[in-house]
């Protein structure tokens, strides 16, 4: 029974460079694909190399060829095609890994709820933020309304809360209540308050 010769990756050829070396033995050419000891050759090639253009023996062509060529025999050596899973595999890993997905997913939206609750306590003690700064209170979704997408301006305190641009108000309001009718100003400005965990004096 005849081997073919793998069609998929392109015969390396030697330079001419490397075969004319008079200093170092030239590699012999490689099989298509590499074997480990092509590999080998083409590495102890290259670090020969390497000592003899440290002495001044040899050119800086030779050189960078005895790179190349150590590159291109290891780079077709690790490219080998794997075979493809079996399609049973799939399923089966489905199975194994969706309780796990889920898992991950109960546990971020776990701490969202606790980071939201945890803000909203501090700041509900802090009154207007005046000694102390109020904390972000992530969006229901539990995104950051201070980092990208949205880069909003941190709500450091009350009067921070005032003094959001109609865009930047929409912006949170629309963060903390999403879904839901937009209302005046004046509301959403009151109902972002609540949000953060804000509270009358």
Not at 150 to 163: E, I, M, S, Y
């Amino acid at each position: 029974m005849s081997h073919e010769q793998p069609q998929d990756l392109p015969q390396i050829i030697i330079p001419d460079v490397i075969l004319a070396d008079v200093v170092n033995k030239p590699p012999q050419q490689p099989q298509n694909p590499p074997t480990d000891m092509d590999v080998t050759i083409a590495v102890n090639y290259h670090a020969a190399t390497y000592d003899s253009y440290g002495r001044g023996e040899v050119s800086d062509e030779l050189y960078s060829a005895a790179c190349n060529y150590r590159v291109a025999v290891t780079a077709q050596k690790d490219s080998k095609p794997f075979a493809p899973a079996p399609p049973w595999v799939y399923p089966v890993m489905y199975k194994v890994l969706k309780p796990i997905t889920d898992d991950i997913s109960d546990i971020k939206d776990m701490l969202t709820r606790t980071t939201r609750t945890s803000a909203k306590l501090h700041n509900l003690e802090v009154g207007r933020g005046n000694r102390t700064t109020f904390q972000v209170v992530p969006f229901a979704n539990g995104a950051d309304p201070t980092q990208l997408p949205h880069r909003l301006p941190p709500l450091f305190d009350f009067n921070t809360v005032q003094g959001l641009s109609d865009v930047e108000r929409t912006a949170y309001y629309q963060g903390y209540f999403p879904g839901t009718n937009l209302p005046d100003p004046e509301e959403q400005t009151n109902r972002i308050l609540l949000a953060i965990g804000w509270r009358t004096e």
